[in-house]
């Protein structure tokens, strides 16, 4: 079976989620990843479909003109000062067919994070979801070692372990580390590849310059060769490819990139 792509929200951000699931249709992607809880960011449409029905309705009915599948909704982070309850969002994203929910930790707290990341696995198993954690460089949870530690505190069968392959490169992490540990411990895979150099903060590259799969430093073959095989959803921010390409046509390259990566390297 040939092997299906998510378009993640961060890869074209700003755009709506009807036009995401339209543009990921028309470049040949499987899935959609949208982001259905919204960060408060400047700019990005403030998406929260528990509140507004009429927004539910036409993604539901996107989704089914254009043939597309939800994979995964975001982003529920770990934080004292932010909400602890998401059975709201978890049942709109799971009504449209999402089946995971990306999170993520931004506290220095342990005892609160396994405690909060305990409770909201237990919402999202209420309506089927597995939740994947990931370890961004830019959190307060950086490493592979840190997020499997916290995933055994917290013991919830349905926490997986999300592979975002900067963070992945940027740790370290190698493909004999993977094969080491049970494969059960992974879910969701992003992918995306680092940029061979860079100049200044990881944070700029991490939020708008990651580059296509193949053209980077990361060892995506090898990485990927010793995960399990899961979905993968592609994150690819790059603001100067976007301003070049425009959202469609970027979502399009990173794709095509993608999928020759993969029939290359016999993934």
Not at 74 to 94: C, H, M, N, S, T
Not at 124 to 143: D, H, I, K, R, W
């Amino acid at each position: 079976m040939a092997k299906q792509f998510s378009l993640a929200y961060l890869t074209i951000p700003g755009v709506d989620p009807v036009e995401q699931i339209k543009i990921a249709r028309d470049a040949g992607y499987d899935y959609v990843s949208l982001r259905t809880i919204p960060m408060g960011q400047p700019g990005e449409p403030q998406v929260c479909l528990e509140r507004d029905p009429e927004l539910t309705e036409k993604i539901r009915r996107t989704l089914q003109d254009t043939g597309m599948k939800m994979l995964d909704i975001e982003l529920v982070r770990i934080r004292e000062d932010l909400p602890g309850d998401y059975r709201g969002a978890f049942e709109k994203g799971a009504e449209l067919g999402a089946t995971q929910v990306l999170s993520s930790i931004w506290t220095k707290d342990r005892s609160f994070a396994v405690d909060r990341c305990g409770a909201i696995c237990e919402q999202a198993a209420q309506f089927g979801l597995t939740m994947n954690l990931e370890f961004p460089v830019v959190s307060s949870v950086t490493t592979l070692a840190d997020t499997m530690a916290i995933q055994d505190q917290v013991g919830a069968p349905n926490l997986k372990i999300l592979m975002d392959m900067i963070y992945v490169h940027l740790d370290k992490v190698t493909p004999e580390m993977i094969k080491a540990q049970d494969p059960e411990r992974f879910g969701l895979i992003h992918l995306c590849d680092w940029p061979k150099e860079t100049e200044g903060e990881l944070v700029k590259y991490v939020r708008e310059g990651r580059a296509y799969c193949g053209e980077g430093a990361a060892d995506l073959a090898g990485i990927l060769k010793a995960l399990p095989d899961r979905p993968c959803s592609i994150e690819l921010p790059n603001t100067a490819e976007i301003a070049r390409r425009g959202a469609a046509g970027h979502a399009a390259r990173c794709l095509e990139c993608a999928k020759d990566y993969f029939a290359k390297h016999g993934l």
